[in-house]
């Protein structure tokens, strides 16, 4: 006779381009991703936020019906609060289990910190800097998206690497190599601005900053002199939030290029700030979230 299955947690980070869903504790259970949905504060909300887990959160008894508690870090949270009610009432009823909704900026922090106190600080496509301190205070600095802000991001890094290509063939900058990267990214230069164009423009822009940054490292100076003030805005945007010597634990796509993560730790020493290394990941955030009602971070959830 097949024992009934545990109660168990699922965790979910719901990214605009990837879902990811993990069913069971870390290390017992393997990550299902799938396709994203747009942020809830976007025109589909709700329904497409609940359709992307739906896909990878089956109803058997292996999956959302032996839940008792669902975390879930999603984009938007805070522009959309009532989308993300919606969106917790929704899985809440679907799955038959406590449901609790929280910015990803938000799991991001509960993972790279397992809740404690501190500052995360996440490095992508765009860029954006939370610090909670014991008592629950959080601040926050930049994350406001690519043509405000963001600055030392992936994008930003892309679209400084692309203005430098320009700035070489035209005659008004230095020479780079940056400038034949480009040509070879859009077809040449003069189609550079129609290549960028679009809805999809941050992160067309951002398809650039792994050339730049390896051409970087491979001593480019034009390169290099973007990548290090990357670096330097990264760090003042993490010690906005920061008390001195506050730990300060990067995420995000940049952390992935080791010469990148060593320069911007540098950074942040030079700053006054203790970087560390994340504890765990938005997905661990997401499941710690779930079973945990004590932490500071509380009052930012949207429990149901």
């Not at 009823?93 to 990803?104: H, I």
Request: hydrophobic share 45%.
């Amino acid at each position: 006779m097949t024992p009934e299955p545990g109660p168990r947690t699922v965790a979910v980070d719901l990214g605009k381009t990837t879902c990811r869903v993990r069913v069971g504790e870390p290390g017992a259970a393997p990550t299902r991703s799938g396709p994203g949905a747009p942020g809830l504060a976007s025109d589909l909300r709700a329904d497409a936020a609940f359709a992307a887990i739906a896909s990878l959160l089956a109803t058997d008894a292996r999956d959302g019906a032996s839940a008792t508690a669902i975390g879930i870090g999603a984009a938007g949270v805070e522009a959309a609060p009532d989308a993300a009610r919606r969106l917790a009432e929704r899985v809440a009823e679907r799955w038959n289990a406590g449901t609790v909704v929280a910015s990803d900026v938000l799991t991001a922090h509960l993972g790279a910190f397992a809740g404690a106190a501190g500052t995360v600080l996440i490095a992508g496509t765009g860029a954006v800097a939370v610090g909670v301190g014991p008592d629950g205070d959080r601040r926050r600095a930049d994350g406001w998206g690519p043509w405000l802000g963001d600055e030392g991001s992936g994008r930003w890094i892309g679209q400084q690497g692309l203005v430098a290509a320009l700035r070489a063939g035209d005659g008004r900058g230095a020479q780079t190599i940056l400038a034949e990267d480009a040509a070879a990214l859009a077809g040449g230069l003069a189609a550079l601005p129609g290549f960028v164009g679009g809805d999809d423009a941050a992160r067309r822009l951002a398809s650039f900053a792994p050339t730049v940054l390896r051409r970087s490292a491979e001593g480019d100076p034009v390169a290099a002199h973007i990548v290090a003030e990357a670096t330097r805005l990264l760090a003042a945007t993490a010690s906005a939030v920061s008390p001195a010597g506050g730990d300060v634990a990067v995420v995000g796509g940049l952390a992935d290029d080791h010469d990148f993560l060593h320069a911007l730790e540098a950074a942040l020493r030079e700053a006054g700030l203790a970087p560390r290394r994340p504890l765990g990941s938005a997905i661990d955030g997401a499941a710690i979230l779930a079973r945990r009602h004590d932490l500071p971070h509380e009052r930012y959830a949207i429990r149901v």
